[in-house]
């Protein structure tokens, strides 16, 4: 019997639980990134299918359940709906989609400490001592199985003292650069960049709090890549859903071709105070 991991792609929360599945199988999986919206890769009937931090519509999920041992581990908002009901699948908002998969395939272990961080990351608590810090760190080592499995927090620790400063920098300068949007009906202060999604959301959110969210975006493979944040009570899953994303209410993401950008997201003119 085939086995078949698909995890969240680019993202700590959805390599956490690659990794904690890893820690399972090692080499005995096929272990295949997914952003919100793909379709569902070929998988031959009879195999063993895991889809951590991350979900597809209902109806793909009962047509794979059919013919797979079909596990499901989630706990974005936009999935809420699909996984209701289906016995195959776990749904907890309260936790990161790499914790519940520890805890699924290892009950009665601890969840390691580089995993409760990507948690409160992800789950943007920051709680947890020097949180800030070991993230950023993190997030400059590649999403390679045997690199995280050779990490130790207390490097982390150090390693991000450094680097935070400079990543402070970083969302300032680029924060600088903003255009503005209509997406929907809103418009939004967004800026070009594919780096630190969260931390910038939220800086254009605390700088521009007549906009309901921010976003920014990149352009990967024919496909602009938007991620958008918002804080208190708007619920950005809600935008991301009308174009095929998903996420959770303050942190969502969805893709577009690029011949569709100027149908659904328009740039305008707008005056920016500094």
Request: proline fraction near 5%; glycine fraction near 6%; charged fraction near 25%.
């Amino acid at each position: 019997m085939s086995r078949y991991v698909l995890y969240h792609a680019n993202c700590p929360d959805g390599f956490g639980a690659a990794w904690a599945a890893w820690k399972k199988f090692s080499e005995t999986a096929i272990y295949i990134p997914m952003r919100h919206g793909a379709t569902l890769p070929e998988i031959p009937s009879g195999s063993e299918v895991y889809i951590l931090d991350f979900s597809f519509d209902r109806e793909t999920l009962l047509e794979l359940s059919q013919r797979s041992k079909l596990k499901v581990l989630d706990h974005h908002k936009t999935a809420l709906a699909e996984l209701k009901d289906l016995d195959f699948a776990e749904f907890d908002m309260h936790r990161s989609g790499a914790v519940m998969t520890w805890q699924y395939f290892f009950p009665e272990e601890p969840i390691p400490e580089l995993l409760k961080y990507i948690q409160d990351q992800d789950l943007w608590t920051w709680s947890l001592p020097d949180a800030h810090e070991i993230t950023t760190a993190l997030s400059i080592y590649p999403m390679e199985f045997e690199v995280w499995n050779s990490l130790e927090v207390d490097t982390l620790r150090e390693e991000g003292k450094i680097t935070l400063r400079y990543k402070h920098q970083l969302i300032e300068n680029l924060g600088q650069r903003v255009d503005w949007f209509e997406i929907l009906g809103h418009e939004v202060p967004g800026v070009n960049t594919p780096l630190f999604a969260s931390e910038l959301g939220n800086n254009l959110c605390l700088r521009f709090p007549e906009a309901p969210f921010a976003m920014s975006f990149s352009d990967q493979k024919g496909l602009r890549k938007f991620s958008l944040r918002s804080i208190g009570e708007f619920d950005v899953s809600a935008i991301c859903r009308e174009f095929g994303g998903g996420g959770h209410r303050n942190a969502s993401g969805f893709a577009l071709p690029l011949e569709q950008l100027n149908t659904h997201i328009k740039r305008i003119e707008k005056e920016t105070k500094s």
